[in-house]
């Protein structure tokens, strides 16, 4: 086989390289992952590739430093977003090259949470630390090969492994050897892929595996699981307890409520902002920050679609300021004084914006809200369960707000899924309340004309959705730290449900967009 491997600097790199090369064709990768060129140049003709970056990260993710201090965020912020980014980039570039198998070295270290009674194995959730951009980012790195495993036609195995160890003293339970890591890597080279008669009789070349490759012995932090359904089995046993003992959160006091006053608006230049700025500043003072200035955005009037809003420049009280969200220090300036955040900011156009702004973005959001003691920020994203084949919900009828994302592969999906995940981990960590509304598609009725089909069954008029982001403000309060909702018109499709917004929010459409799917309008 040829056989692609990055990291292969790393103790466990130089073992695998070492013994794959007896019998391969290994081809080492140590270039630039965000780099779609390198990466297709180092994968072509490969029939299969190692990517040991997230385990290796392990021991180069940058110390989170001070976390109340905006200049420490941006080094943890690049850190995840160039691992997610990274394993996106390299494994597109696999498919492209036709690569049968894509093995995603990972960390048990994001499920070291749970106590150590429990006997933690794959099919547990896993609960990465927010503060550990180690674990976070190679969380993350899953999280995006996942996505793309789902629909693209190859097998991806994920390998969580305990600490490397390379040493000839006593393993300790929350380390593995690296003769049975390299063991672990073959393994998932060379093994069938199986799955139960009971759901299909189908032979499996494509989807998603996930294997804990931990050290043995009863001493071993974590279990020898569904590894074994692929032949392995350590031969170094662990001899003393694991050393990190359970993995806290470095900071677990949570932010309390307070009075909405002040709104701080990221993305506030789009027609989203546009729509919603009116609607909040009826009630509140507001702050609205884009990339670009507002009035250079008015000025230029090219709407996003017919009829679609453009952003005024506000009257005093309010205020509106240039604000890049992917600059730490700016985002946290602007949220000085805020009660509230709203963050509708959106790339969709290409891949490296795209993971910047939606990912990294969302990231220096949430830090923000943190540090500022701000406990309501909102978000909005795309609906992630619209699509279709081979993976999606296309074909479903009642898909619920809360059904597991199905992403596809365009890079603004897959990133919008990574950036709402780190807002619900930080949420979910800091007691903070993120409703996140989500959209598919936007109309303005007053211009809007029928299409064969009618509208897509998730549609809102622009004015409704501004509403809908007034009313997420409004709202006294959320039963959950991360609350996601369908926001949609009343259609009668009955494919997506707007029940949950209504309920949580107070809120109902106006519009019901009847003239878009009416036989004779």
């Known amino acids: 086989m040829r056989i692609v491997v990055t990291e292969t600097g790393t103790p466990l790199g130089q073992s695998l390289v ?43 993710a940058p110390d989170p430093g001070n976390l109340s201090d905006p200049k420490s965020w ?49 099919t547990w959730r896993p609960r990465p630390d927010v503060d550990d951009p180690a674990g976070l980012g190679a969380y993350l790195a899953e999280e995006t090969a996942r996505q793309l495993a789902l629909v693209e036609p190859f097998a991806v195995i994920c390998l969580r492994f305990a600490t490397i160890s390379t040493g000839h003293g006593p393993i300790a339970g929350d380390e593995v050897h690296v003769d049975d890591a390299v063991q672990a890597c ?42 074994r359904g692929i032949g392995y089995s350590p031969a170094h046993d662990c001899k003393v307890a694991a050393r990190n003992g359970v993995r806290a959160l470095r900071d677990t006091s949570t932010v309390t409520s307070r009075v909405i006053r002040r709104v701080t608006m990221f993305g506030a230049g789009g027609p989203l902002g546009a729509a919603t700025a009116p609607h909040l500043m009826s ?78 973005g969302a990231y220096y959001v949430m830090r923000a809200a943190r540090a500022r003691g701000i406990r309501r920020s ?52 800091y007691g903070l309340e993120s409703p996140t509304l989500v959209f598919c598609a936007f109309v303005n009725p007053d211009v809007a004309e029928p299409a064969p089909g009618g509208p ?24 959950a730290p991360f609350e996601l909702m369908h926001i949609t018109a009343d259609l009668p499709h009955d494919r997506y449900s707007n029940a949950k917004a209504k309920a949580l929010l107070g809120w109902a459409p106006r519009d019901n967009l009847e003239h878009l799917y009416a036989r004779h309008p």
């Open 18 to 60: 070492k013994h794959l090369s007896i019998s391969h064709n290994v081809v080492e990768f140590n270039g630039n992952a965000l780099d779609p060129t390198a990466c297709a140049q180092a994968v072509a003709n490969a029939e299969a590739v190692i990517d040991l970056r997230p385990v290796a990260s392990v021991d180069t």
């Open 74 to 122: 941006k080094a943890a912020g690049v850190h995840i977003e160039h691992l997610s980014r990274g394993t996106y980039v390299l494994m597109r570039a696999a498919v492209e090259a036709g690569a049968s198998r894509y093995v995603l070295g990972s960390t048990l270290r994001h499920l070291e949470g749970y106590d150590q009674k429990f006997s933690v194995a794959e």
């Open 186 to 227: 073959v393994r998932s080279l060379e093994a069938p892929l199986a799955i139960s008669e009971t759901y299909s009789r189908t032979t499996l070349a494509s989807g998603w595996w996930i294997f804990h490759a931990p050290g043995g012995g009863d001493l071993s932090r974590f279990p020898v699981g569904a590894a």
């Open 283 to 360: 009630a509140y003072t507001v702050r609205l920050t884009d990339a670009r200035p507002l009035a250079d955005i008015r000025d230029a009037n090219q709407p996003q679609s017919p009829g679609a809003p453009l952003p005024s420049v506000p009257p005093l009280p309010h205020e509106a300021i240039t604000c890049d969200v992917t600059d730490p220090v700016a985002v946290a300036a602007a949220c000085e004084g805020a009660d509230a955040i709203l963050n509708l900011t959106v790339i969709r156009h290409d891949v490296p914006g795209s993971f910047r702004v939606n990912l990294e």
């Open 378 to 429: 909102v978000h909005t994203g795309p609906a992630l369960n619209l699509h279709d084949r081979p993976a999606g919900y296309g074909h479903e009828f009642g898909v619920p707000d809360d059904a597991p994302a199905r992403t596809g592969v365009w890079q603004y999906t897959v990133a919008k899924y990574l950036g709402q995940e780190v807002v619900r981990l930080a949420s979910e960590a």
């Open 456 to 479: 897509h069954p998730m549609s809102i008029s622009w004015d409704d959705a501004g509403r809908a982001l007034r009313h997420t403000v409004d709202a006294p309060g959320y039963p």
